[in-house]
T-cell receptor, first 111, second 112 residues
């Protein structure tokens, strides 16, 4: 079993849809959770950064962490074609000894 | 502009040649990282550095060499390039070990 799993997609949704992207993990030591967005031919760009369990909202984006289920989610409301990208989750323990990226989910938002 | 810059953006070379990929950051971040990104494998850590003159191996270090004489620079050298090293290489930096990493736009390397 991989340390972090993520549905590879591709995921296609119509413009305006609510998108749910998910990651599961196995290491209970992870405390910091991140979501990155990567456009084609660009580097990953930090989107959301959360610590421990709970929700964090930033505009149309909401990050949710459920440590008891070892499950994190990124919700995108009112999705736009400009949201079309690959989304990677990432997580780390408290000391950064184990910093892991998920394989990414490709999202296409169709106009 | 502040940020992280990789050069070159594209490089084509032949097997057996030595090639160096450059990475420069202006944030004075302590940590710097090199990843390769391949279809089906995601991001894989090659080497990282916690500070100047401190480097350590990641998941896939074989065939690569790094150095970090200055905080802001972290070059990656392929001493004798092989076709299996054809990939997109990303450099990243962070202020602390568990902090989010900030990425450059990558170097697309093709080895013929």
């Amino acid at each position: 079993q991989k340390e972090v799993e993520q549905d590879p997609g591709p995921l296609s949704v119509p413009e305006g849809a609510i998108v749910s992207l998910n990651c599961t993990y196995s290491n209970s030591a992870f405390q910091y959770f991140m979501w990155y967005r990567q456009y084609s031919r660009k580097g990953p760009e930090l989107l959301m950064y959360t610590y421990s369990s709970g929700n964090k909202e930033d505009g149309r984006f909401t990050a949710q962490v459920d440590k008891s289920s070892k499950y994190i989610s990124l919700f995108i409301r009112d999705s736009q074609p400009s949201d079309s990208a690959t989304y990677l989750c990432a997580m780390s323990d408290n000391y950064g000894q184990n910093f892991v990226f998920g394989p990414g989910t490709r999202l296409s938002v169709l106009p | 502009d502040a940020g992280i810059t990789q050069s070159p953006r594209y490089k084509i070379t032949e097997t057996g040649r030595q090639v160096t990929l450059m990475c420069h950051q202006t944030w004075s971040h302590s940590y710097m990282f090199w990843y390769r990104q391949d279809l089906g494998h995601g991001l894989r850590l090659i080497y990282y550095s916690a500070a100047a003159d401190i480097t350590d191996k990641g998941e896939v270090p074989d065939g690569y060499v790094v150095s970090r004489s200055k905080t802001e620079n972290f070059p990656l050298t392929l001493e004798s390039a092989t076709r299996s090293q054809t990939s997109v290489y990303f450099c990243a930096s962070s202020g602390a070990a568990a902090s989010p990493q900030h990425f450059g736009d990558g170097t697309r390397l093709s080895i013929l």
